[in-house]
């Protein structure tokens, strides 16, 4: 064979291999587009991929272009008030968060305080039992059993005494 034919074998060949390729290339993808444009449920899903016991569904929208832009703008409605809500919604926990807080603080020192003034109490009755066993020192006056006229009497001799010393 001349080497012109073996070049037109060649070439022929790779044209061919190259046709078929991308014949092969358009069929695969238009399979693929017919697929991708079903949706399959399976069970509380939706999926572009077929599963086991899926079923198809029809997902063409009949509307016409004034119901969809109405319907995107009542979307676009709810998600403003929705985003409205969480705004609401998130200060008011905060609100409700910093008076449980200033609560707790509140607590705390009221605690602190009631357990400072029960360690005091106890110290006082502590001192005044300690003070109660303590033995008692004899007073001045004490009048070792006579009556008041006579302890009386004790104070003014005392007085006459300082006279004199005067």
């Known amino acids: ?67 969809r832009q109405a319907a995107d703008a009542g979307t676009r409605s709810a998600q403003t008030y929705a985003d409205h809500l969480e705004r609401t919604r998130l200060s008011q926990e905060k609100a409700a968060n910093d008076r449980d807080q200033r609560a ?26 300690k003070a109660a066993n303590d033995p008692r020192r004899p007073s001045l006056n004490f009048s070792g059993g006579r009556s008041s006229r006579a302890a009386g009497d004790a104070s003014e001799r005392k007085k006459k005494k300082r006279k004199p010393a005067a």
């Open 1 to 67: 064979m001349s080497q012109k034919k073996k070049r037109k074998r060649t070439t022929a060949g790779s044209l061919g291999i190259a046709i078929f390729s991308i014949a092969t290339c358009a069929f695969s993808m238009s399979a693929s587009a017919q697929n991708a444009a079903k949706t399959w449920r399976c069970g509380n899903t939706y999926s572009d991929q077929p599963c086991e016991g899926g079923t198809t569904v029809k997902v063409n929208d009949h509307r016409s272009d004034q119901d």
């Open 104 to 129: 707790a603080r509140e607590a705390r020192s009221a605690a602190l305080a009631e357990r400072r003034l029960a360690l005091s109490e106890q110290r006082e009755r502590d001192r005044a039992r």
